[in-house]
């Protein structure tokens, strides 16, 4: 984290780092597969794979997919 544009990247990406851990920790508590998973969202498990390695933003309706799916509450705030 010394390199600054490193930290600078990293800062940036920084919500978006979250958002996937936060899925992921509520998927693997619940002992849920990405395939079952994906299947009470009603997509692919590939779709699953892509956002969890950071390689797809997903909008507002994915995260509200994903919090029913996990039977979990979706909250949003910009502080």
Known sequence: ????EFKKAYDTLGPEF????SV???RIKGGITQ???ARRMKTTQSA???FESGAYNPTVSFLKKAAIALD???T???R
Request: no cysteine; charged share 40%.
């Open 24 to 26: 992921l920790r509520a």
């Open 48 to 50: 699953i794979s892509r």
């Open 1 to 4: 984290m010394k390199d600054g």
């Open 35 to 37: 395939k079952e998973f």
């Open 72 to 74: 979990a509450k979706l």
């Open 76 to 78: 949003i705030s910009i």
């Open 18 to 21: 979250e958002i996937i851990r």
